[in-house]
């Protein structure tokens, strides 16, 4: 498995074409996207293992997958993109969900709604919360829902535009400033060095006006 945090450097989103997996229930929790039983890392990686630990596998241990979860089914196997009800990743604040899902390789959810946090929690690692309608995402849930339909899905962020193996489109919603950042790799860092001449600038200044706070 690539390594998705190997150097500081986010991914860019501009356009990706992967399998969806449908996950049609409303309000998952961060907790269940990885229960705090699984957080045994103080580094991002090596938590994809636990990813929906509660619903992959049969017993606390990993033992054995459970065959009626989505992400153990053959059809969706190589998954890179999650359909999935409103208020997805509401819950506790912890980073580690997102960093769950993109380790295991999630570049992109769509849903209605996301939890807050959640939401600008995927945006500074990289990964896309493309927002549509509750009757959209029924929509595209019902179609790669069904084994007879080719369920890979190509997502522009440029366009902000999902189009499904039919040939069907669906505009999704992302503000501004997110979409900017996903479209350029920045993250919090990347965003503050775009102001580095500025920041520089302040520093002489501020060093001539109060030269007794650098002594």
């Avoid at 449908?22 to 994809?48: F, Q, W, Y």
Wanted: proline share 5%; charged share 25%.
């Amino acid at each position: 498995m690539r390594d998705p945090f190997a150097g500081r450097t986010m991914r860019k989103f501009r356009q990706h074409v992967g399998i969806a997996a449908p996950l049609p229930l409303p309000n998952i929790d961060t907790d269940t996207i990885i229960p705090s039983r699984e957080m045994k890392h103080v580094s991002k990686t090596g938590l994809a293992l636990g990813l929906f630990s509660g619903w992959r596998y049969l017993n606390e241990k990993k033992e054995e997958a459970n065959p009626k979860f989505v992400l153990n089914q053959p059809r969706y196997k190589e998954t890179t993109i999650l359909v999935t009800g409103e208020n997805f990743g509401c819950g506790s604040s912890r980073e580690h969900a997102v960093w769950a899902l993109l380790e295991y390789g999630i570049r992109a959810i769509v849903a209605p709604s996301f939890g807050r946090i959640f939401l600008t929690n995927c945006v500074r690692n990289g990964i896309l919360p493309a927002a549509i309608n509750e009757n959209q995402s029924l929509d595209i849930l019902g179609l790669i829902t069904d084994k007879n339909f080719d369920n890979r899905i190509e997502i522009d962020l440029e366009k902000n535009l999902i189009t499904l193996s039919n040939g069907k489109n669906y505009q999704f919603q992302l503000n501004s400033a997110d979409r900017e950042n996903l479209l350029n790799g920045w993250d919090m860092i990347d965003k503050t060095l775009l102001n580095q001449k500025e920041i520089i600038e302040f520093e002489r200044r501020d060093q001539s006006d109060r030269p007794w706070q650098y002594r």
